[in-house]
């Protein structure tokens, strides 16, 4: 040969699920490795390193994936390895770590509690899943646990996502949830603690009393909200608390 070369071993590697993942029962997932070599592989599942029976699969090509549906009658556990064994030569693989296999879940992340969310606003409400993203959900706010007519929405896209115009009519209040519930599975989730919905207002920073202006000048007038984006305010001058002067009828908040 003009120059060096290397024979190495045959290897394979599991590169998942065996980093933790939270697998759902009767879902679809990728089992995925590498390999240096060709033939045939079986694939087993471990659980505290036992296999199962059956195998996931006796015989597959040994080409780095294999699309498994986890039976819906598999045990709800924590230590799950996939092991993946060539037919021919002894080499095998396990999983690095450990993964869990649970009914199918929602885990609400967002308004999960402590939030002031302002009546006629734009919230995001926001979740995940250990299941793919297919089929729909219900969302619903509840208040001190009862869930209020209409819903949020009646069915939405499993997506992860979802824009509430918040009701410029909602009853301001401090003991709200969000519930989400999935319409394909028993999966549900509340958010986990309450949070409030307040009506809007409005803080005078400047003037606020006590200064002396003089006729003429020009001063800046300061002003906090709880609510802002595209809304406007009128800015009127009192005296003895009654409107004399319009400043602005209109002015960006």
Known sequence: SDSIFRIEPKTIQVYGPGFGEDLARGYSYNINWTSNFGGFVKIELLQNGT????AISDSTDNDGSFSWTIPAGTAIGSTYKIRITHLVDPVSAESANNFSINDPRITLTNPNGGQEIVRGSSQ?????TNYDGNGSV??????NGT???PAITDSTPNNGFFSWSVPAASVAGTQYRIRIT????AAADD????FSVIAHSVTMISPNGAEEFSVGTTKSLQWNSNFGGTSSVKLELLKAGAPVLEIAATASN
């Open 51 to 54: 296999p199962q029976f059956p």
């Open 124 to 128: 995001s409400i926001n979740w995940s």
């Open 138 to 143: 219900k969302i619903e706010l509840l208040n």
């Open 147 to 149: 869930p209020l007519a």
């Open 182 to 185: 999935s319409l394909d599975t």
């Open 191 to 194: 958010s986990n603690a309450d």
